[in-house]
Structure formats: structure tokens, C-alpha cells
């Protein structure tokens, strides 16, 4: 209750919380440097494996961190929040799977893609309560989806796999492994975490008004 009175913005208790978890986060990884050092000293170290390894851990633990406050301003209840954003995190780290698992054909692609639009536009009636703005979004994306199955039909070919590894967090992770500083792969978490952390956002100022 002292969180949704209090009169701060919400983009600030927002950001204060995410980077209050990422600071504590930095600090447990910078214990491990330590073993970096000493491999350093008796033996070889690759330099910029170990730099882009750090780097891309904190990138993949400032996405999960971003995700978990997602999660967190949904529910009151704490457990249900840790439980929660636990097996999120799973399902993230096992998506590999899940996208050989998962059909590609044609008819699978269309319903996932009006899905999708379905789930947009009751997320915008949510937020707005405003039923004309969800159902022009429904209507464009039913728009968009038959554009697409007239003119390129095989962009709903593989869909569901595709939209699967746009969360496969661990996959752009083996280019910084590797000593690999991809700009590509750094502004996708950036933009990852900042897309979480929007969502928070607007979650804790419905709740702050409702």
C-alpha cells in the first residue's frame, strides 16, 4: 500500500527496484572474478572471453531480473510472485526445446498469429477499458493476418518457433561466451529488459488508480 501512495513517479520506484536487484546481482557475480585472477596467474586466460562472458551474464541476469518485476507488480502475494517468475525462467531457459517440440505448419502459424492479436487486444482493453481501441487492434491484426496468408503465405510457416527463440535469452548468450561483443545481441536484452520494465510500469500505475 506505502508503494502504490507514496509520491514518487512510477518509472522511479520502477527503475529504483530493477536496479537496486541488478546492483545486488553485480555484486555477487564480482566474487567470482576472483577465480578469473587466479587462472590468470597460474595459467591462460583469454581476455576477452572472460570480458564478454561477464558482460553477456549481465545482460542475460538484468533480462530475468526485468521479467521477475514484471511478475512481481502482477500479484500481492510474494510465494505466487517467486513460483511464478521461477517457472517463467524455466520455460526461458528450456525454450530450445520447446521450439523442436512445437508445430510449423501453415495452419498452426494463422491461429498462433490471431492469438497473438487476440491476447494484444485484450491486453489494451485491460490497461484502457476502452472496448473501441481493442477492437480496432483485433480488426488490424485480423487485417495484417490475411494480408500475409494472400500475398506471403509462408511467413506463417515456422511462426510459433520463430516468436519462441525471440525469448531464447541463453541462444544470444554464446556469442559473448565466446569473446564475440555482438552490438545486435547487447541492444536485444537492453531492449528486452526495457520492454519488462515498461510493462511494469504501466502494471503498478493500474493498480495505483483501480
Not at 570480458?51 to 521479467?67: K, P, T
Not at 556469442?175 to 547487447?186: A, H, N, P, R, V
Not at 536485444?188 to 493500474?206: N, P, V
Request: net charge positive; with cysteine.
Amino acid at each position: 500500500q506505502l508503494l502504490l501512495t507514496t509520491p514518487v513517479r512510477i518509472s522511479g520506484i520502477v527503475l529504483g527496484k530493477f536496479f537496486a536487484a541488478l546492483a545486488f546481482f553485480c555484486i555477487g557475480l564480482a566474487v567470482t572474478v576472483l577465480y578469473a585472477l587466479i587462472i590468470a596467474v597460474h595459467g591462460e586466460l583469454d581476455l576477452m572471453e572472460t570480458i564478454g562472458g561477464y558482460l553477456g551474464f549481465i545482460l542475460v541476469g538484468a533480462s530475468f531480473i526485468s521479467v521477475g518485476l514484471f511478475i512481481s507488480g502482477l500479484t500481492e502475494n510474494q510465494v505466487i510472485a517467486a513460483i511464478s517468475t521461477f517457472a517463467a525462467l524455466l520455460v526461458m531457459w528450456l525454450i530450445q526445446l520447446l521450439q523442436q517440440a512445437v508445430p510449423t505448419d501453415l495452419n498452426s502459424g494463422m491461429f498462433f498469429a490471431a492469438l497473438v492479436a487476440l491476447c494484444v487486444a485484450a491486453w489494451l482493453y485491460s490497461s484502457t477499458k476502452n472496448w473501441i481501441i481493442a477492437l480496432a487492434t483485433l480488426l488490424i491484426g485480423a487485417g495484417i493476418i490475411l494480408l500475409f496468408f494472400f500475398f506471403r503465405k509462408e511467413t506463417f510457416l515456422g511462426l510459433i518457433p520463430r516468436f519462441l527463440g525471440w525469448f531464447s535469452l541463453l541462444d544470444r548468450y554464446r556469442s559473448f561466451s565466446s569473446g564475440i561483443l555482438s552490438l545486435s545481441d547487447t541492444v536485444y536484452y537492453l531492449s528486452f529488459s526495457s520492454f519488462f520494465l515498461y510493462l511494469t510500469g504501466r502494471t503498478i500505475e493500474k493498480r495505483r488508480w483501480s
